[in-house]
């Protein structure tokens, strides 16, 4: 155990110093001056107890729990809390940071803890959980959460109780269902009269400290495109566990509509074709009617044969399993003095049948420069043959067809910029000698046995990485002649997400020294969880920079046990918090205790530990548990500014909403319900405009704008959103 001062144990030997003491009042000036300033002498190392004060006892119990002796140690915890008779005065409160006399502290010092470890190993588990558990109640610690587990582990062991039980929300059954969606949320509850000690949804375990009766669970899980089987496995104290599955069919893409004949019959066009979709199509509507009989559906190819009048401009509209749509107009206008028997031999007659075919309405169509009501340039629209007409390949003279085919993508700029995670594109290819091959980034949207389509109506759902994602859509007839487009989409980060508005943490040597590696282990594995995606600080100095800092502010590691060396370290480092760890080494596995310090007044604002029983193997794991922990001591929350009251502001998010004591937001404008992303962060004199807050409700808060003069800039419905 690390003692922050190393002194505080007495010596009995010691001959007391010779004073010359000032008359009247100074007396108690200099009685003050000692009791703050004068370290209590050491004992010597011969393993007698030479004075009787709690701390001492506390020492003494350390010591005999790390030899073993377990009876001998009970009774000097038991004397700390003054259970037993011994000490001068018990002290019976475990606490973090216990003072012993004057300025002087014990770093922590947890009676009731170790005395609940002697009791686990003496196997009375009664007497083990009621101390471990007034130790948590006084202050929580993982060392006394691991020890509860196991005292309550044994306690059940002999009971006959039933298994771990899932409640999922909403409840599922094994059965498949598809989905459109990118990702799920898994909601539920497990528990069990066994306690909930492990719980992992998808293959990923919980952090779980203690465990409990019943466990509330929510957990967003990635999905991937196809067929997706997450487990979710609870177990409890005992061992016995419970297995539930939720499958989930992704299916992002919209269905495809593809026409294999295009005829004219009268004043009407029959169109004939298949609509495809792999997870199953699941209606056909043609102006909110359904053209299909009933029983058809759901199935992967569903013919189609559709009769309209082009002048009353009809809506067709596909939807698959899943809930994707494709949905088009079709042409508005008959092509002029049609014969419907006669076959289109000219070029120009079959360029007016298709400039009124479907697809070719004139807001469907759009020019690389976004024109509208114009062809796509390079482009040539295709032809449809009425019935009985002759293959259009050839114009009456045998030449060969060196038309290529028509593409349209309905409402898509050649430079795109979007904050979303994926992009929506949807457009028709066409060609009246027909489609062998229609492509997005080289991926046909074609089955072999659809080669020879007059036309393909296709929408995809196309997935954006950061920064610059470039699309090639292309179409080729069958006799090699290719029309191609190219969109690029430029996914931008909203604002608020970027990490340089993050709350800046500095990380310091882990103290004592005597922590050697383990402390350079956990300082780097914190390190490391504090950088992966998704970020919630902004990391600063790693371990080079800190060498600098503490020499040139004159600190010691020592020093570093006190949040003040906090106020001085922010004199160099432009850190706003400082992530402040202490290494306990146990009798019986090591304590990671976190402090968060502001370095602009020295305040903690956020204090959390995580155990190891085993340094070699579990370290690892509890070191990212306590950087999980840290962030979900800083939650993100976003809400708007409700009113002003004078000099501050009211906000719509309070404790409800995760805001805290110690929440600062920054501050942008209202944007636009269209691009709700789209904000901009306020600024005044180059600075962010942040708001701090002062008074925490429930449902609301109230907070100060900064820095000065940044109140004008600050109106009501501005967007905010935590640092």
Same mark, same amino acid.
């Given at each position: ?20 003491? /000032?008359? !009247?009042?100074?007396?108690?000036? =200099?009685? +003050? @001056?000692? &009791?703050?300033? *004068? #370290?209590?002498?050491?004992? $010597? ?94 202050? /929580?610690? !993982?060392?006394?959460?691991?020890? =509860?587990? +196991? @005292?309550? &582990?044994?306690? *059940? #062991?002999?009971?006959?109780? $039933? ?561």
């Amino acid at each position: 155990m690390f003692f922050h001062n190393q002194s505080a144990r007495l010596h009995p030997h010691r001959r007391p110093a010779r004073i010359l003491l /000032p008359a !009247g009042g100074g007396l108690a000036l =200099l009685l +003050l @001056a000692l &009791a703050g300033c *004068l #370290s209590p002498p050491a004992e $010597p190392g011969d393993g007698a107890l030479h004075r009787h004060n709690w701390w001492n006892y506390y020492a003494r119990g350390l010591e005999a729990l790390r030899q073993e002796r377990v009876a001998e140690a009970a009774d000097a915890f038991r004397r700390c809390l003054g259970l037993l008779d011994g000490a001068r005065f018990g002290n019976d409160r475990d606490r973090w940071r216990a003072r012993t006399y004057g300025l002087h502290f014990v770093e922590g010092y947890f009676p009731n803890r170790e005395l609940g470890v002697c009791l686990y190993e003496q196997r009375d588990d009664a007497g083990a959980i009621r101390h471990l558990g007034r130790s948590l109640e006084q202050a /929580p610690s !993982g060392r006394a959460k691991h020890y =509860l587990n +196991l @005292a309550r &582990a044994r306690q *059940l #062991s002999g009971r006959s109780l $039933p298994p771990p039980r899932l409640r999922l929300d909403p409840d599922e059954t094994a059965a498949a269902r598809p989905t459109r969606d990118r990702a799920l949320t898994v909601l539920g509850v497990a528990e069990g009269e066994g306690y909930i000690r492990r719980l992992a949804i998808g293959h990923a375990p919980e952090f779980i400290e203690l465990a409990v009766p019943a466990l509330p669970f929510s957990r967003r899980v990635s999905l991937a495109e196809g067929t997706n089987r997450i487990e979710i496995t609870a177990v409890d104290l005992c061992g016995r566990g419970v297995t539930r599955h939720i499958v989930r069919v992704a299916d992002w893409q919209p269905p495809r509509v593809l026409v294999r004949t295009l005829r004219a019959r009268g004043s009407r066009w029959v169109l004939e074709g298949v609509c495809r979709d792999p997870h199953g199509v699941a209606s056909v509507l043609l102006d909110g009617v359904s053209v299909l009989p009933d029983g058809t559906l759901p199935a992967t190819d569903v013919p189609l044969r559709v009769e309209v009048v082009p002048a009353d401009g009809a809506l067709l509209t596909v939807t698959d399993a899943a809930g994707n749509l494709l949905t088009f107009p079709l042409a508005e206008g008959a092509p002029a003095a049609m014969a419907p028997d006669r076959p289109f031999r000219d070029a120009a007659a079959r360029l007016a049948f298709a400039a009124a075919a479907p697809g070719w309405a004139p807001f469907l169509a759009e020019t690389r420069t976004g024109w509208r009501g114009q062809r796509v340039a390079g482009t040539v629209p295709a032809g449809v043959v009425p019935a009985g007409a002759a293959h259009p390949g050839a114009d009456g003279g045998g030449e060969a067809d060196r038309l290529r085919p028509s593409l349209v993508l309905r409402g898509c700029q050649p430079l795109v910029r979007v904050f979303a995670g994926e992009f929506f594109i949807d457009g028709v290819a066409a060609d009246g000698g027909g489609l062998v091959r229609v492509t997005v980034n080289g991926e046909n949207l074609l089955a072999p046995a659809d080669e020879g389509v007059l036309r393909a109506y296709f929408a995809r759902r196309l997935a954006l990485d950061p920064g610059t994602n470039r699309f090639e859509i292309a179409a080729t007839d069958r006799q090699g002649n290719r029309t191609a487009q190219q969109v690029t989409v430029v996914r931008m980060l909203p604002e608020h997400l970027d990490a340089r508005y993050r709350l800046t943490v500095g990380v310091p040597p882990l103290i004592p020294a005597e922590a050697g590696t383990a402390g350079v282990r956990v300082k780097r594995r914190m390190e490391a969880e504090l950088t992966r995606e998704p970020v919630r600080f902004r990391l600063l100095e790693r371990d080079e920079g800190w060498d600098y800092v503490l020499r040139e502010q004159g600190l010691s590691l020592s020093d570093l046990a006190d949040p003040a060396a906090a106020l001085r370290i922010g004199k160099l480092l432009p850190a706003e918090l400082l992530l402040m760890g202490t290494l306990f080494i146990e009798p019986k596995g090591v304590t990671v205790f976190l402090r968060a310090v502001e370095t602009e007044n020295g305040e903690i604002v956020f204090t959390s530990d995580v155990y190891s029983p085993d340094a070699a193997d579990g370290l690892d794991e509890a070191v990212a548990g306590l950087v999980l922990k840290v962030g979900q001591g800083f939650p993100l929350v976003s809400g708007q500014v409700w009113k002003r009251q004078g000099s501050q502001f009211v906000l719509n998010v309070g404790r409800a909403d995760g805001t805290t004591e110690k929440s600062r937001f920054l501050v942008f404008d209202a944007g636009s319900a269209a691009e709700p992303d789209a904000v901009r962060l306020c600024k005044a004199g180059g600075r962010p405009v942040q708001l701090r807050i002062e008074r925490l409700q429930q449902t609301t808060s109230t907070a100060s704008a900064q820095p000065s003069g940044a109140e004008a800039l600050v109106k009501e419905g501005c967007h905010v959103y935590s640092r």
